[in-house]
C-alpha cells in the first residue's frame, strides 16, 4: 500500500475496502452512521 508501517497500510487497506463497498451498494460516506471493523491477530 506505500506506506511507512504494518499499520498505516493496514489503516489504508481498510479505507480503500469500505470505498470500494459503498461505491458498489450505490451509498455515499455521509449515508453510513458506523462502521464495525476488529482485528483477529489479538
Given at each position: ?17 469500505i ?8 451509498k ?15
Amino acid at each position: 500500500m506505500g506506506q511507512q508501517s504494518y499499520e498505516l497500510a493496514e489503516s489504508a487497506m481498510l479505507n480503500d475496502a469500505i470505498i470500494r463497498s459503498l461505491s458498489s451498494a450505490g451509498k455515499s460516506p455521509s449515508q453510513v452512521n458506523f462502521v464495525l471493523s476488529g482485528d483477529l491477530l489479538d
